[in-house]
């Protein structure tokens, strides 16, 4: 059974920096797709990042690019999301998750087939 536990938010002023974590139970390599999304209150969930089981293919959301770096460590089972720049728009609850598909994991179908963090809140303050 996989289980995703995010940590790492908080409050940063903007310009500054966070790094999420996600500790991941139950993620082998048959889950090639890792990410992260976020939803700001009153707004979709939204995709920030994506990684596959390698690390060789990578993909970011637009507004984050140049800015946010996500990292996996297989050995730790651990995915990770370097923040940097951080703009007040950023604010959201940040989720983590994994599906076995990394197209799956970019489109969110099925959605059945996604599994999800609790979430972490990171807030930056103009």
């Known amino acids: 059974q996989v289980q995703l536990v995010e940590s790492g938010g908080g409050l940063v002023q903007a310009g500054g920096s966070l790094r999420l974590s996600c500790a991941a139970s139950?993620?082998?390599?048959?889950?090639?797709?890792m990410g992260w999304f976020r939803q700001a209150p009153g707004k979709e969930r939204e995709f920030v990042a994506a990684?596959?089981?390698?690390?060789?293919?990578?993909n970011y959301a637009d507004s984050v690019k140049g800015r946010f770096t996500t990292s996996r460590d297989n050995t730790k089972n651990a995915l990770y999301l370097q923040m940097n720049s951080l703009k007040p728009e950023d604010t959201a609850v940040y989720y983590c998750a994994a599906t076995r598909s990394y197209y799956g994991l970019l489109t969110l179908k099925p959605a059945e087939s996604v599994y999800w963090g609790q979430g972490t809140q990171v807030t930056v303050s103009s």
């Open positions: 139950g993620v082998t390599s048959s889950y090639n797709g």
């Open positions: 990684i596959s089981w390698s690390g060789g293919t990578i």
